[in-house]
């Protein structure tokens, strides 16, 4: 049975902070070795006679002109970081688990949501961040990576320290940011 | 409060009582003390003239004043009220209003209604949102074929375009956004919230100051 990486929408975002895990199966990061995991979604074109794809409207808000949050904070403040990503799915989540394990952080999966969690709490509770992954064709995806809790610097400095340099060589665009190719 | 509005107003043409203000917005009278520092610091940052013009506008969302793009051209024109070419103190707070997590729902969907009909004609035509996805594909550096382009296109207005005549009218886009409720994401800052700590606001002593000296 194939498993979807589409999303529906970008309702999920706001309904996960309700509901607790949605569903998501640990990853057993003790048993993933290099690059291999063992989820299994199988890639699909972009199949638009499933109800839940991204519509045009959902593409064009991700436009950075629509993003206001630079009036207010730097883009090193933002919780959210978005990056466009050209290559399949289960590369990303692949990415991901590496950085987890690097970090030792639990993974959880399910359709393209991943959370990571840290193990130890900071000031405000165990910092844990949530990965969302939406098609735009089966080789082109946008990632969004946000902090879903514990505390914003700590939050900050992982995106700084750990994160940005991990995913440097395979991000095609920091959505938001002046692009270097 | 009226020498403090005068002196602001020589310098700030346009500019309005913050009392004034917090009572027609969702905004108390703090908040739009704090957003004034933030304007003040955008209005001055390329002309200070009190006034905020595109490139400073661009400035303030990019970091790059010469940047071009077409929504935040689409924000800037919705928020110039009265099309002067540039945003007085009165349309931003008024028009971030809309962008407050307590501002209702239906304003923040006719916002968006008027955004996305880039020619002003009441409806949301075809060729505006393929015009849009075009700009968007470009800004994020991504690339679609022309076939892809047309699918989402067609499947957009399968879904929103009802009476099927080409374009989204007003009652259309309301049904539309209430089936995908995440398109109204981009309408609802939720820094406007920790406005007064993010800009602290010294309107008080700088009054008594202007008085002393």
Redesign the interface.
Known sequence: MESSWFRK???S??VSTEVGDKGMSPVDTNVVSGTSVSINPTETK?D?TKPN???????????????????????DQKEEVQF?WKNTSSAIISKFVDIAMYLKFKVKENQGFMRLEGCNAGRSGILSIDVEIFE??SS?HLVEVKKCGGDTTEYQKMLKRDLRPALKEIV??W?GE??H? | MGCFSSKARRKFPGHEDPVLLASQTAFSVSEVEALFELYKSISASVIDDGLINKEEFQLALFKNRKRENLFANRIFYLFDVNRKGFIDFGDFVRSLNVFHPNAPQEDKINFTFKLYDLDGTGYIERQEVKQMLIALLCESELKLTDDSIEIILDKTFLEADVDQDGKINKSEWHNFVDRNPSLMKIMTLPYLRDITTTFPSFVFHSEVDEIAT
Request: hydrophobic share 45%.
């Open positions: 929408g970008l309702d975002r706001q972009l638009l794809n991204l519509n045009a409207f959902d593409l064009i808000s991700l436009s950075t002109g629509f993003d206001l949050s630079g009036l207010f904070v730097t883009n466009t735009i064709s082109f095609w665009a959505q002046q692009q190719h």
